[in-house]
């Protein structure tokens, strides 16, 4: 039974505090906002399940307590995961890790130092889609990979310290960096402000990897639509992840373009292929779910998370490399360090 810290009950921690508390090997003891509202939405809920405090020493100071989840903004993120594992807690921080990779690297030297779990919250590398994602392009399914592309946009709530970079697309870099199981050499970003000056709402990054492999995001929360969707081309097949249909939630296509042994004319050469759609069943389990688990499974055992401190350096280098690209106005940007030293 791992005893449990809560700092951070926005919208999202609102969903951390309801699922680590059904997990039975937890026992979520504190929960911990500045903010008395906050903290009587949580009474409301949940009676006295929990003690509840404003103060952050409260949890450092506990000595019950065994694990610290982070779901603060963005900006406390490193300067909290820093107090909790010098206090000797294992730490699960929300994503980003930190906002810029030198603070990222100073919070994953300091978790091996003091030989503490240190994961951070890429959700999607625990969803069941994107892990038969991954199968698919592991088994060739899909043949070589040629291009990906993503489309993360809502009429949503309106940042005010983070840009839809930063508070969109570590998503989906992480995710695309887990199915090409490699780093881009390249990012070029453009993106405009559009309802605050210098919060960027829009953002299209174009991710270039060796052997041309080109990854293109697209972020906003300024947009009509609500969309979750990867696209994946390979030389034999396209797939599809829709994360906001509710059953079909991958299609694969058998379309592509064949090259000819047989032809008479260069415009014979080449042609198209249209085969068979297929809907393929995606055993679902909530992806939060599933994340937090995995934090107290790697607690227990003693390994490291799938999305670890490393990996999360990965996703800032991408992250950096975009701002800076974003900054020089759409200038490419090479991603020097992507995090493993």
């Known amino acids: 039974m791992i005893t449990l810290a809560h700092v951070g009950a926005g919208a ?25 509202e906050a903290l009587d939405k949580i009474s409301t809920v949940y009676g006295h399940r929990f003690e509840l405090t404003s103060d952050f020493e409260d949890i450092l100071k506990d000595k019950d307590v065994q694990a610290v989840v982070i779901a603060s903004p963005a900006g406390f993120h490193v300067q909290m995961a820093m107090e909790a594992l010098s206090a000797g807690k294992h730490v699960f921080v929300e994503k980003p890790l930190a906002l810029n990779l030198r603070e990222g690297k100073k919070v994953v030297d300091f978790a091996r130092k003091n030989k503490k779990i240190l994961m951070v919250g890429h959700l999607l590398l625990y969803h ?15 043949g070589d990979v040629f291009y990906l592309y993503s489309t993360r946009v809502n009429l949503g709530r309106i940042r005010e310290e983070e840009n839809a970079l930063w508070s969109l697309t570590s998503h989906d870099i992480s995710v695309t960096l ?29 991710l270039k990897f060796k052997n041309d492999v080109l990854a293109q995001i697209h972020a906003s929360w300024l947009d009509p639509h609500k969309m979750r969707k990867f ?26 373009v064949e090259r000819k042994t047989d032809y008479h004319t260069y415009a014979e ?14 055993d679902m ?6 994340e937090c688990q995995h934090f107290l499974d790697c607690i227990n055992k003693g390994e490291q ?10 996703v800032l280098a991408v992250l950096e490399a975009a701002q800076a690209s974003l900054d020089k106005g759409g200038l490419p940007v090479k991603i020097k360090d992507a995090g493993d030293e």
């Open 305 to 314: 998370p799938v999305s670890d401190g490393h990996n999360s350096l990965k």
């Open 128 to 142: 069941p889609a994107v892990l038969m994602l991954k199968e698919y392009i592991q088994k060739g399914e899909l």
């Open 12 to 36: 999202w921690g609102q969903n951390h505090i309801r699922t680590f508390s059904s997990l039975k090997d937890c026992h979520l003891k504190i929960c911990c906002d500045k903010r008395k």
């Open 285 to 290: 389990k909530e992806p939060l779910q599933v």
């Open 178 to 206: 887990f199915l090409l199981a490699d780093v881009p050499i390249e990012v070029t970003t453009k993106g405009e402000s559009y309802l605050r000056k210098g919060i960027e709402d829009v953002v299209f990054a174009t």
């Open 231 to 256: 696209t994946i081309v390979g030389s034999k097949k396209m797939a599809v992840f829709d994360d906001m249909q509710a059953s079909e939630k991958i299609r694969l296509y058998d379309k592509g």
């Open 269 to 282: 050469y080449l042609a198209l292929r249209n085969g068979d759609i297929n809907i393929p069943r995606v």
